[in-house]
């Protein structure tokens, strides 16, 4: 070999080797994944991040769990997602505030083949990877049911809902009014109940001086299922409340008797299959564009089970039911 050459020669090796060993250093790095969410604060929040950290510990994922406060969140969301955008994660998963105003942002991860997964509330975005969460619908006309079980045909019922401007709360009530109307139940009133300028508690007094002849409330979450159930109480009736999230507050009064039914949409197992199906789709796998995190009905007699999970996995103390 000519002496001339022999430089050339190593610097070749040099690069082959370098990119091998790049390679290889990619392979081990963990999948990064972020999890941008609309609060942290609420129980359903700290049940779907505690979900998505048993996910990242389970599958070995450099992942974090963000979300805006709730002041201007929306915009503070949407800053959010450009900044994760900087940090290129390997997948993001998102629950939308304003699906419409997150979409122009959810195309710029696409161009850099950033996978983009709904969770809980689907964007119905048509390039999103994929929608982990419950069938809304399905839930309402669960819900629906529930309600009619304890009614007659005839009697009167109130839907309270937080929102009308996203899909998820469109789709419960959908489903309620549905069941309801096929089993003879008059829906004589939808309100507002829970936002910055409504208190609950106030809405649902109102509702219950306005209409005394009610028989049945469905709340689109939980909170609102609480507030309704408080001022039932304080007027001594016996209306039965259904909420659909299965919070903390919603199984302290199945425990208690002060409600014999609620609906859980399982908010821990949409969190945690939420980076199952993240990682696939970094895997280049193939990934179903709907998964069904499903809908359980809690009674008294399970409640007591899925209580001891929540004070194992999520809330770490069983002094929140007490």
């Known amino acids: 070999m000519k002496k001339w050459m022999v430089p050339l020669v190593f610097m070749v090796f040099l690069t082959v080797a370098i990119g091998i060993t790049a390679k290889f250093l990619k392979r081990d790095e963990k ?19 505690a979900g998505i950290e048993k996910g990242f510990a389970d599958f070995d994922i450099d992942g974090k ?4 406060d709730s002041q201007d969140s929306e915009s ?30 959810f195309k710029e991860y696409q161009k850099r083949n950033i996978p983009v ?10 390039d999103q990877t994929t929608f982990i969460g419950t069938d809304h619908l399905r839930l309402g006309k669960i819900a629906g049911e529930l309600l009619s079980s304890f009614l007659q045909p005839g009697d009167q019922v109130v839907i309270i809902h937080d929102t009308k401007t996203n899909a998820t ?6 489903g309620a009014k549905e069941t309801l109307e096929n089993g003879g139940i008059e829906i004589v009133t939808e309100q507002m109940g829970d936002d910055e300028s409504r208190n609950a508690k106030v809405v649902i007094s109102n509702i219950l ?27 001594e009736l016996k209306i039965p409340v259904v909420g659909p999230d299965g919070t903390s507050g919603m199984l302290k009064a199945i425990e208690e008797g002060k409600l014999n039914v ?17 990682l696939k789709a970094i895997k280049g796998e193939h990934v ?8 359980d009905i809690v009674t008294k007699d399970n409640a007591k089970s899925r209580i001891d999970f929540y004070t194992k996995n999520v809330f770490y103390k069983r002094e929140i039911f007490k």
């Not at 990064?32 to 609309?38: A, N, T």
């Not at 769990?65 to 805006?68: D, E, G, H, K, L």
């Not at 002849?213 to 007027?235: M, S």
């Open 31 to 49: 999948p990064k994944i972020v999890v941008v969410l609309q609060e942290l604060n609420t129980d359903l929040s700290k049940t779907i991040k």
């Open 65 to 68: 769990v963000i979300a805006p």
């Open 76 to 105: 503070k969301q949407i800053a959010m997602l450009k900044d994760v955008l900087k940090q290129k994660p390997d997948a993001l998963i998102i629950i939308p505030i304003q699906s419409a105003a997150s979409i122009p942002v």
């Open 117 to 126: 997964l709904m969770l809980y509330q689907d964007a119905r975005w048509k």
């Open 169 to 174: 709360v469109n789709d419960r009530i959908m």
């Open 209 to 235: 001086q306005t209409y005394p002849n009610i028989r049945g409330v469905f709340a689109t979450n939980d909170n609102i299922a609480l507030e309704a159930l408080k001022v039932i109480e304080e007027k």
């Open 262 to 278: 609620t609906l859980a949409s399982n908010p821990y197992d949409m969190g945690y299959l939420s980076v199952e199906q993240a």
């Open 288 to 295: 179903d564009k709907r998964i069904d995190s499903g809908v």
